[in-house]
């Protein structure tokens, strides 16, 4: 059966819930996503920072908008899971220009999207995940808007004072259209407690070594676990390796975890 796009966004928003914490191992490109999509998730992300390296581009606002729209149709195409594209900043200088990344969004057939901060004005995001609302609801379409709060991972302000900036600014988005609001940098207990114990949406927390497990998280209210650009780097890490090996040593032992040929190539096959 093929699922419309209000059905395939209902069933992404129904993902996000604290008993079952939504897991996200970020995609860059088709064949990751479909080797995660394989792995029985039951979406795909994809990672911001993964794309725009996989295009040759830095990540930060870089990467041209139509190159990301182009990935994330493919993405799209190649998966039957739902999918939420990471937009940066929402590829715009304004909240017109995000207006309009957002119809390209809509049109590759994402139906969830993560917009950020960053060193922005809260008031600037505001205005862009505002714009991002009209134009999905609009278009008729339901999109899934997480708000990044990059409070804590770029630690920005007082640290005393930090996790009360997080939360005007969650206010803040929520009340511009937000869905979801997403705080990287944090995986202390304490503190996404209170967070998810002062933000009415489902929480997204980025995770990695040394944070909690999965189940944990969602014990502390929880809703979306993601590993942003983790699986990414960790992909460029193994063939850093092997070149390493292969001029040090001249040996090959760093390839014998590698995915085998023949399961990797009929994951691909049929998609064009």
Known sequence: MTLTQPDTAHLFRSLHTPSAP???????????????????????????????????????????????????????????VPVSADIEGGFGNDAAEVAETIAGVLEAGAVGVNIEDGTRPPAELAARLAAARRTADRAGADLFLNARIDTFLSGLGDPDTRLKETLTRAHM????????????????????????????????????????????????????VSLGSG????????????????????????????IAFPELNALVSGYH
Do not use: H
């Open 22 to 80: 939504l897991a996200l191992a970020n995609a860059w490109d088709v064949a990751s996503a479909r080797v995660i999509e394989a792995s029985g998730v039951p979406a795909i992300a994809t990672s911001s920072a993964g794309v725009a390296w996989s295009l040759g581009s830095p990540d930060g606002d870089v990467l041209a908008r139509d190159r990301a729209l182009r990935l994330i149709a493919r993405v799209v195409a190649a998966v039957s």
């Open 231 to 258: 699986v990414a780097q960790a992909a460029y890490a193994a063939a850093r390796r092997a070149a390493q090996e292969l001029c040090g040593s001249g040996t090959y032992d760093s390839l014998t975890e590698g």
């Open 173 to 224: 988005y929520i009340d511009s259209g937000a869905d979801g609001i997403f705080v990287p940098g944090v995986t202390d207990s304490a503190t996404i407690a209170a967070l998810t114990g002062e933000i009415s949406v489902p929480l997204n927390i980025m995770a990695g070594p040394g944070a909690p497990a999965v189940a944990e998280l969602g014990a502390l209210g929880v809703a979306r």
